[in-house]
């Protein structure tokens, strides 16, 4: 069998094995962070992978897996209209508070 | 079989056959994310080996310690079931057999959590969490090749066949023992019934029944699978490692 078949092969397995976005928080934490991807013909298949890959599995994380496609991202072209305006605005951020005391995770 | 020992280094010998099975695996498993799950349920097998070897060791009595047991010990010294030694064959021979252990290994484990021995509960409360993850991941692949495509469920349902008599010794009633085998099959009846319908697979009728494993009676493949695993520890006996 040639070298150039077996690679052809592998190529159409793969399709059939979409790209998922793996994300995971942790027992303790707040959020979901994203924390890789992964090959996966499915949802199901996805979060058990992923649970192998970034978890180890540990009890009490939560996992989100999400089909790569379905997710939109912010264009890098199009970042400086994006995000610039905000950024000369002082009174966008809340930096003039003093946060008081006993405020937990702002 | 006789006694605690018996019971605990058969158990123990068939976590460490079907660690090395699914080793063997490790590299060459159908996609990336598959040889990581193997690796992982191969680890988790060593892992209870390791642990109800160790404990076998200490019931003997005899100074023989994990490894002692395991690199030291000759086919017909080992008490694994016949269905952890069967070749791995192709993937949906492999997950037939990965699924017939852990849905064994699942109730047995269960019951060992709750049983009088404090260290066999112990390490039944532990590796009962690994093998209701194994038999997750078996059942899963069960039915994803069973109700897959024509040619995947051609394998699936060649491979249950191929392997289902070997589920019969893992049965054998030994009333001495801390947990009585015959008491898990009502439990693995139904979980095998239940995934193999929707995997729209059939029970093979109860034919042919090979046994002799946990008497040491083995198939041709131990032996072989012997040699590889303890060529090192053979040709330098007693080397720290």
Not at chain 1, 87 to 96: E, L
Request: net charge negative; aromatic share 8%.
């Amino acid at each position: 069998m040639s070298e150039r078949s077996e690679r052809t092969g592998k190529a159409g397995a793969r399709e059939h094995s979409p790209l998922w976005e793996v994300f995971v928080r942790a027992r303790r934490g707040l959020a979901h962070t994203h924390v890789g991807s992964l090959h996966a013909p499915d949802a199901e298949l996805a979060l058990r992978n992923a649970r192998d890959l970034y978890t180890r599995r540990q009890e009490g994380v939560s996992i989100w897996v999400v089909p790569a496609g379905a997710i939109t991202a912010s264009s890098p072209d199009e970042k400086d209209a994006f995000f610039d305006p905000a950024a000369d605005k002082v009174y966008r951020h809340p930096t003039f508070y003093e946060v008081p005391d006993g405020v937990a995770h702002l | 079989m006789n006694g605690p020992f018996d019971f605990v280094l058969s158990l123990g010998d068939d976590a460490l056959i079907a660690a090395q099975r699914l080793g063997e695996w490790t590299s060459r498993a159908p996609e990336m994310e598959e040889d990581i799950a193997l690796a992982n349920i191969a680890l988790d097998q060593l892992g209870a080996a390791r642990l109800l070897l160790t404990y076998a060791g200490e019931l003997e009595g005899a100074g023989r310690d994990e490894d002692a047991l395991a690199f030291l010990r000759d086919d017909r010294e080992f008490h694994n079931c016949l269905l952890v030694e069967l070749p791995n064959g192709d993937f949906a021979v492999t997950m037939a057999k990965l699924f017939f252990l852990s849905a064994y290994q699942l109730p047995l484990y269960t019951a060992l959590a709750g049983c009088a021995d404090e260290r066999l509960a112990a390490i039944g409360a532990k590796a009962r969490k690994e093998s209701a993850y194994h038999l997750d991941h078996a059942s899963l692949w069960v039915k994803r090749l069973g109700d897959g495509t024509e040619e995947s469920h051609r394998r699936m349902q060649a491979a249950v066949d191929e392997v289902w008599p070997y589920t019969h010794e893992l049965f054998a009633a030994d009333p001495a023992a801390p947990v009585d085998p015959a008491t898990l099959r009502a439990d693995f009846d139904a979980t095998v019934s239940a995934v193999l319908d929707e995997a729209t697979l059939t029970r093979p009728a109860d034919g042919w029944m090979p046994g002799g494993g946990r008497d040491g009676m083995h198939s041709e493949h131990l032996s072989f699978l012997l040699a590889e695993m303890q060529v090192l520890h053979r040709a330098h006996p007693g080397a720290k490692w």
